[in-house]
């Protein structure tokens, strides 16, 4: 049979050795008080004066080298040890103090009961028992010289049955406090599982969150907030340094919770956000949960929704009327080769193909928005892109067509699907250069590329030196099927806006005196995890 470890936690086993320690140095003490007054005299019956105090001096000084050398002991068979070698000193305290008569057996089965408190049932059932055989032994090897009564014997026999009781109900006692601590810890650690897996969640989230409590301090705030503010580090700071507008909203709503609060726009990053509140309890902490949601991923999302369902329509439509419309061409043409008709009626006829030819480029068109993919934004440095853009441009412009590009010295970097946005600038330089193209012999257009001085995103202006657009048109611009030339299909502009918003980017007209200058705003360039 070995020794075995403790069956109780690390911690707990260390505060109950020290108790053990404690225990035996406190009864090494008293024995040696004992001892050394006129008191052992009254309380201890024994016939072997010279034993008991050379036993208690030595049960006190083995107890002092014990403590200091075995003070933290974890070993198993140090354990054993300790426990057994303070069982049979007491019993030799028990048999040098009289037996029975004197209040050592008590002691043993305290420390009996101590010891079963770091060891296993085995080892602690053999400790019991070597305490009982002590006891129910040396008190027959006394009773050779001193007779006892009937009552003696009852009492060595309770002691005994003592021992073994103890030593159960201590072990007991510590297999369910064992089974408590282990179902604690189970307990605990799946708390903190739940916790991690839960700020793992609240920061990989994508809508900003924040808590903020009763003076509208920051009490945490996640990855994505920190994102929208366009700061480093929010907690502990008061909201209303980062967007006052946000607490106007936060007190509306706790003046009427049932209204939906309106967006707020933040100075740092220029987002539109739209908040939404929660109270996370009703006590005069009175914290708020925030979510903040970027307005333009909602706008993206719901744009990706429309030309989905426009594009279902479109097809279905562009279908059945290109068949038709192939027929009527190709009638006009077969009709237009006909010997028998006069100038009039063939310019009829060419009048008949010219418009089937302008409805095909309005299927084209409409077609082109319903076969489109869906856009695929990636970090994209606009100013190597634009020199490459200009010199391919260039290589297909015509003599009288010319292109500028200035750029200034900063930071270009966004998110575009640059497919997409070759595509918006083919449109907007193609225009640029037919407006310009009207009323000079050159046809000029220039890209300007800066960073706007109050949100600090990308700007592209294409501007051109033409007649300009008239303010009663410029509201109509980006109108599907809106045009003022006679054989546009108006849905360039349309579909180039669609393009920009489809990758959080933002396609305006700004009027100038003379000429015409189209505007995209490029989002920033970071990317949502």
């Known amino acids: 049979m070995t020794a075995e470890a403790p069956h109780t936690g690390s911690n707990q086993a260390q505060r109950l050795l020290r108790l053990y320690h404690l225990y035996r140095l406190s009864v090494g003490i008293i024995l040696v008080l004992l001892i050394s007054s006129d008191m052992d005299n009254q309380l201890l019956t024994s016939s072997h004066d010279a034993l008991l105090r050379g036993g208690s001096w030595l049960y006190l000084i083995l107890n002092i080298l014990l403590v200091v050398f075995f003070e933290n002991t974890r070993r198993p068979a ?51 028992a070597v305490g009982a055989l002590g006891i129910v032994g040396l008190s027959i090897l006394l009773s050779f010289s001193h007779p006892a009564s009937p009552s003696d014997y ?19 006692l510590t297999r369910r406090l064992e ?74 709503w706790r003046n009427n919770p049932t209204l939906r609060p309106h967006s707020v726009k933040i100075t ?21 949960l925030v979510f903040l949601e970027d307005l333009a991923q909602i706008t993206q999302q719901a744009q990706q929704l429309k030309l989905v369902a426009l594009g279902r329509l479109t097809a279905g439509i562009a279908h059945e009327i290109r068949n038709p419309l192939g027929a009527i061409s190709h009638a006009a043409q077969l009709l237009q080769e006909s010997e028998e008709l006069n100038s009039g009626d063939r310019r009829l006829t060419q009048i008949i193909q010219d ?27 606009l100013m190597p892109w634009l020199e490459q853009f200009v010199s391919e441009t260039r290589a297909v412009a015509t003599g009288r067509q010319q292109i500028h590009l200035h750029c200034t010295d900063a930071d270009f970097t966004t998110l575009m699907d640059s497919d997409q946005l070759r595509q918006v600038l083919d449109n907007l330089v193609g225009n640029a250069w037919r407006h310009s193209g009207l ?24 501007v051109d030196d033409g007649p300009g657009v008239p303010s009663d048109h410029q509201a109509h611009l980006f109108e599907p099927f809106f045009t003022t030339h006679q054989n546009g299909t108006g849905l360039g ?37």
């Open 78 to 128: 140090q354990l054993f040890s300790l426990a057994l070698v303070d069982v049979l000193l007491l019993c030799a305290l028990f048999y040098a103090a009289g037996g029975v008569a004197s209040a050592i057996g008590n002691l043993l089965i305290v420390s009996v009961a101590i010891s079963n408190t770091l060891l296993r049932e085995r080892i602690g059932l053999l400790i019991a």
């Open 154 to 172: 009852a009492q060595v026999g309770t002691l005994g049955a003592l021992c073994f009781a103890a030593a159960l109900l201590v072990q007991g």
């Open 179 to 252: 089974f408590s601590e282990n179902l604690a810890e189970q307990r605990a650690s799946e708390v903190i599982g739940l916790e991690t897996l839960n700020a793992l969640i609240l920061q990989r989230m994508r809508t900003g969150i924040l808590v903020l409590d009763e003076h509208r301090r920051v009490q945490l705030a996640n990855h994505s907030a920190l994102a929208l503010f366009g700061c480093e580090g929010l907690e502990g700071h008061l909201i209303d340094e980062h967007c006052p507008s946000l607490v106007e909203r936060l007190d509306i």
């Open 268 to 288: 740092n990053s220029g987002l539109e956000l739209r908040p939404s509140f929660i109270a996370l309890d009703t006590s005069p902490n009175r914290r708020t």
């Open 355 to 381: 418009h089937s030819e302008r409805m095909n480029r309005v299927i084209e068109n409409v077609l082109q928005l319903s076969r489109r993919q869906q856009s695929l934004p990636q970090r994209l440095d």
């Open 439 to 462: 009323h000079r012999e050159q046809a000029q257009v220039w890209l300007e590329l800066f960073i706007d001085p109050n949100s600090q995103l990308p700007i592209l202006e294409i």
């Open 493 to 529: 502009l349309y579909l180039s806006r669609e393009l920009c918003e489809s990758n959080q980017a933002r396609l305006d007209f700004k009027p100038r005196q003379e000429g015409g200058c189209f505007r995209i705003t490029f989002a920033h360039g970071r990317k949502q995890g």
